[in-house]
């Protein structure tokens, strides 16, 4: 019998801020739990949406297109799209081999969450 798919993607609303967090290994097999994150982001049209990728420990050309599709997307309504670091080194040479680094803010800590 196959394994049950578990989620990688969890969607918490907090303040202003809507937090998708993705994590472990994020392939094909994640990409409709992917597109229903940048779907519940676009339905809640909070002022940031807040990408958690802290725990991400491999992802491929999947998710860095959605990445780039939600950047767009959230440019377009003229919302902030920040990806939350540190990045694996794998998720990070993905971006830099990629040469999407640059098209993304990545912050190393939350500013949005208050204690």
């Known amino acids: 019998m196959p394994a049950a798919h578990a989620t ?6 907090h303040d202003q801020a809507l937090y998708i967090i993705l994590r472990g290994e994020l392939d094909y097999d994640d990409a409709d739990d992917v597109q ?12 940031t949406t ?7 420990t491999f992802a491929d050309s999947m998710l860095l297109n959605a990445l780039l ?4 997307q959230h440019d377009s309504a003229e919302r ?3 990806l939350l670091g ?4 794998s998720v990070s040479r993905l971006l830099t ?3 999407t680094l640059e098209h993304f803010t990545i912050l190393n800590s939350d500013p949005y969450r208050r204690p």
């Open 8 to 13: 990688n993607v969890h969607i918490v609303p």
């Open 69 to 72: 599709e939600a950047r767009h």
């Open 86 to 89: 540190p990045l694996h080194p």
């Open 50 to 56: 807040v990408v958690d990728l802290t725990q991400v």
């Open 80 to 82: 902030e799209f920040v």
């Open 97 to 99: 081999i990629s040469g």
């Open 36 to 47: 229903a994150a940048w779907e519940a982001a676009d339905l809640a049209a909070l002022a």
